[in-house]
């Protein structure tokens, strides 16, 4: 492999792509004449498959090699060879790091639905700084919702993941009603009475969100406005609410990186494991290896 210069840029040459760049199929030049026929036809799945795995396999960045041209303390060296290096230390420390697991409600999540969101989303459009000055839109229209839903989609987790899912949700919707006026927020979660339970007297402090224990069944868009229409099973009978906009809960977990460092260093641990007080360290079963706690 080396770099040389081509029309004032650099390039470099790996000598390891597996596979020339397939030729695009076209149509005969007699089939042309007379005609608006598209010339290239496309490839047959098979070659598309091939191509995308030969577009992949080089493993490496585009080879223009700018960012080496630029860094003038020379830190970028393209012939450095990849090294174990074997490092004696007094302790390991685990961080969570996060993603966020989406449920979507019998496809009611993505394109079909514009007014369903996630907590992620919303928790963008209340920054100061974002792209809607801190205001909560309807991404349908950009309308101000005057009724909100929170969900809750997945599952039985850890109580601490569900505590840590919920809060968020609420956090967000105590900051909406001091935004939007006259804003009616409900909270649908079948966790919902074991939450309540779980925060005692913190969740007394909050006023004006209905908390219903509940499990989602369907989510639908009804009407011109396209509104979200809820099915929930409540109480043992299904019920329908209609909410100008829907919030899914999302399910924080480890990023598989950081599943995969911990495994690497013989310990079990999920998301629950790193939740508890702020800049604590937690002892693990494995001497020498510690988590480093969040909230």
């Known amino acids: 492999?080396?770099?040389?210069?081509?029309?004032?840029?650099?390039?470099?040459?790996?000598?390891?792509?597996?596979?020339?760049r397939a030729e695009m199929p076209e149509i005969e030049v007699?089939?042309?004449?007379?005609?608006?026929?598209?010339?290239?036809?496309?490839?047959?799945?098979?070659?598309?498959?091939?191509?995308?795995?030969?577009?992949?396999?080089?493993?490496?960045?585009?080879?223009?090699?700018?960012?080496?041209?630029?860094?003038?303390?020379?830190?970028?060296?393209?012939?450095?060879?990849?090294?174990?290096?074997?490092?004696?230390?007094?302790?390991?420390?685990?961080?969570?790091?996060?993603?966020?697991?989406?449920?979507?409600?019998?496809?009611?999540?993505?394109?079909?639905?514009?007014?369903?969101?996630?907590?992620?989303?919303?928790?963008?459009?209340?920054?100061?700084?974002?792209?809607?000055?801190?205001?909560?839109?309807?991404?349908?229209?950009?309308?101000?919702?005057?009724k909100i839903g929170f969900v809750q989609t997945f599952g039985s987790v850890d109580d601490k993941v569900r505590d840590a899912a919920l809060i968020l949700g609420i956090n967000e919707a105590v900051i909406a009603q001091k935004r939007i006026d006259g804003v009616e927020i409900s909270f649908v979660s079948p966790n919902m009475d074991a939450f309540k339970t779980s925060a005692g007297s913190d969740l007394d402090k909050v006023s004006g969100i209905t908390f219903i224990n509940g499990t989602v069944v369907d989510a639908a868009e009804v009407g011109e406005n396209k509104d979200i229409e809820l099915k929930?099973?409540?109480?043992?009978?299904?019920?329908?609410?209609?909410?100008?906009l829907l919030v899914l809960l999302t399910q924080p977990q480890l990023p598989p990186i950081i599943e995969g460092a911990a495994k690497r260093l013989g310990v079990e641990v999920d998301y629950a494991s790193f939740l508890g007080k702020p800049g604590e360290i937690v002892e693990t079963d494995k001497p020498g290896v510690v988590l480093a706690q969040n909230v």
């Open 1 to 20: 492999m080396y770099i040389y210069e081509k029309k004032g840029r650099y390039i470099i040459d790996f000598q390891d792509i597996p596979a020339e």
């Open 232 to 244: 929930y099973e409540a109480d043992g009978s299904e019920k329908t609410e209609t909410f100008d």
């Open 30 to 146: 007699e089939e042309r004449q007379g005609n608006f026929k598209e010339v290239e036809t496309g490839f047959p799945e098979e070659v598309a498959v091939a191509e995308a795995k030969r577009c992949f396999s080089c493993r490496r960045c585009l080879g223009c090699a700018l960012c080496w041209a630029e860094c003038k303390p020379e830190a970028i060296n393209f012939e450095m060879q990849d090294e174990d290096l074997d490092l004696e230390v007094d302790e390991v420390i685990l961080s969570s790091g996060m993603q966020r697991k989406i449920r979507p409600i019998a496809g009611s999540y993505g394109n079909r639905h514009m007014n369903v969101v996630t907590d992620l989303q919303v928790e963008r459009m209340l920054a100061d700084t974002g792209a809607s000055n801190g205001f909560i839109l309807r991404p349908q229209d950009g309308e101000i919702p005057k």
